[in-house]
């Protein structure tokens, strides 16, 4: 017993030894470094997660920018660049910097007050330009404030439940900020304003080079488009105030209004000039003759969800460049009414509506001639002629499909040809033909275009009783760079003329793809 006693301090002796040997204690400070920087990646992982986890949730605000609300938001990217998304056109995208930030700007909504204020305040007209550099300043300083709170809150978050401790999510957190000010710093530091001119074009947009010419003329030509955007809702505001000066006409509350509109062309401006028609006039419902879209693609079918924002029905019939798919995108419209070859009654008026038989987008499909066209038309007034009760008004995008109604109904709607005109046929049908509502769409910045195609739209006024046309108010408002404003009432002489239909009837041709065409199913992005 006392043997072992006396051992054993030799043994702790020993043992100590073999403990303190360099290789040992090497080997136990490597594993708290591995320790230590298993801990510092494990942060910084909880700040990547973290941080962008809090920015995909957070980091967005709402700035308005003149008189529209545009949504920023900044989220990371491997490639640095700024995009410009302008529903449902497509995005634009610029190579602006070369940090790993994507930022982006959406166009939210119009505000049709602020619009009218700047409209009405020649000197707010003359500084927009220094007012939207200062609104998108102020815009871009609260994104990255908000971005830093997100980001921060998003790290701290994640450091805490993955490791249960407040000093690691502490520094969670503070590596985040770190890395979102390094990526900030990146990005004024690299900032280049010339990238503007390069622009990289995505959905409908990937045509606008070719149909809005070079990004150049584009660029030139920014600063009048952008003058005209800005007055273009205030001239429709003070359209209304102009009819007092109109010959009279003895309208009260049970008349009729219809807002007619037409080859709108997938302009995005066209909505605010309906909706503010359609406010100041009180009208009952509108009527669309057709070219909604410019290329009858998917994409442009998002375009059709604007006619729901209207609080009144909206009757519609497809154009030439309209698909069979932007016509079940209309028809999804709680308040659309689409006329295929149909009859249909709404506030108070029997329409008879039907598609165009053509397709042109699509250079592969074989589309009827003029005399298919005419002959397709002929067939149609055949078969209103025998409605009961009778059709009150027709509406065919092209009048060379309408010339066959001449007798059969009292008025026909029609566009297609972008330049508005009206006549009274001898028969007692007055043929109404519809300028463009979206200023012919994309065609309107074509630099080399000889003069700019002017916004068209009219309020036709019809008694409750006849359901005949007793007035109508032209409304007229300049295009491209232009800030005219025009409204012109006419008065109808004889409102209950008698129809005397057309001698000899007219008689359906044969044409060679058969008495009526195929519905234009095809997308084809062909322009």
Known sequence: MFARLRSTPRSLYESARRWSRPRVLAAGLARVRRGRAWRAAAVLAAALLGGWLGL??????????????????????WRGETVVNVAPLGKLGFDTHVAPLRFEATISEIRLAAAQELFENPDAINRLADSIGADVRRGVIHLFVRAAVVAVAGAGIA?????????????????????????????????NPNAISEPRYTGLLAGAPQVVGSAEDVVNRFSEYRAQLATLVGNVSRLY????????????????????VSDIHLNPAAWNVIRSLS?????????????????????????????????VPYVWIRGNHDSMGTQRAVQDQPNAVVLDDEIAEVGGLRFYGAGDPRFTPDRARENPDDAAVAAIGAGQAASVAEA??????????DPLQAQAFSGEVPLVLSGHGHRRWTRLDDTGTRFFVQGSTGGAGLRGLDPGADRPTPYAASVLYFDPESRRLQAWDDVTLGGLGLTSAQIERHIEADPDRALTPASPPPTPATSPSGATAPPPESRSPSP
Do not use: C, K
Not at 67 to 72: G, H, I, M, S
Not at 167 to 175: C, D, F, N, Q
Not at 243 to 260: A, G
Not at 282 to 305: H, K, M, N, P, W
């Open 241 to 260: 105030e102009a009819t007092s000066t109109l010959p009279v006409y003895d309208e009260d509350d049970t008349t009729i209004r219809v807002l007619h």
């Open 279 to 311: 406010e100041q006039f009180q009208v009952d419902l509108i009527v669309d003759s057709g070219d909604l879209t410019d290329r009858g693609s998917a994409a442009e079918d998002a375009f059709a969800d604007e006619i729901a924002r209207l609080d």
């Open 56 to 77: 995909a949730l957070g980091g967005q605000v709402m700035t308005p920018v003149g008189p529209a609300d545009v949504n920023l938001s900044v989220a990371p990217s």
């Open 388 to 397: 009961d009760p009778p059709v009150d008004v027709a509406i065919l995008h």
């Open 159 to 191: 450091g805490l439940v993955l490791f249960r401790s407040w000093r690691r999510a502490g520094w969670s957190a503070l590596t985040a900020l770190g890395l979102l000010a390094a990526a900030g710093t990146g990005t004024v530091g690299t900032f």
